[in-house]
């Protein structure tokens, strides 16, 4: 065989290796996606997109009460405001039990979660700061506290700007 067909041969093998390790690795390519506030994020499994506007997205499983909504508050580190009002509103309401607080480092990323249990459920909002922005992702209706740290992992990793858009 002459010497250019092989090469031709090696570098398509090559080129199907490296975008296996692409797609493999991608969250992203069999997923779906939804963009608000010039921010894009791959729905977790199972999730559906509801309501978007420009300021929030939300999402909710067909299969079960689950249900995820998903806030810019705006330019700026608000993470300590914010946080503040979502701890009153839990605290105040007579429906949320055995409220717990914590601050967890999930990818580089600073997170204020608060969890409550409502009617045998899991409620959780947290709150961080990245790309310059505030974000708020409160969840509802789950079952598993497992299951609501994955999703959120999951949320803060796939969450990037829309590089479509202008961004500010």
Not at 17 to 41: P, Q
């Amino acid at each position: 065989m002459d010497k250019r067909v092989i090469m031709i041969i090696a570098i398509l093998i090559v080129g199907i290796g490296c975008m296996y390790v692409v797609v493999d690795n991608s969250y992203t390519i069999g997923h779906a996606i939804t963009t608000f506030s010039k921010t894009t994020i791959t729905l977790p499994d199972g999730f559906s997109v509801g309501e978007t506007n420009t300021k929030s997205a939300e999402l909710y499983n067909k299969k079960s009460s689950e249900k995820i909504n998903i806030h810019d508050l705006g330019k700026g580190d608000y993470v300590k405001d914010s946080f503040k009002n979502v701890t009153e509103t839990y605290k105040n309401n007579p429906k949320y039990s055995n409220i717990n607080d914590e601050t967890k480092n999930i990818n580089g990323v600073e997170v204020l979660q608060l969890t409550a249990e409502t009617n045998n459920t899991i409620s959780s909002s947290s709150v961080f700061y990245y790309y310059n922005h505030t974000y708020r992702v409160d969840m509802s209706g789950f079952e598993d506290m497992n299951k609501v740290n994955n999703i959120l992992e999951f949320i803060i990793t796939t969450l990037q700007p829309d590089y479509k858009q202008a961004q500010d």
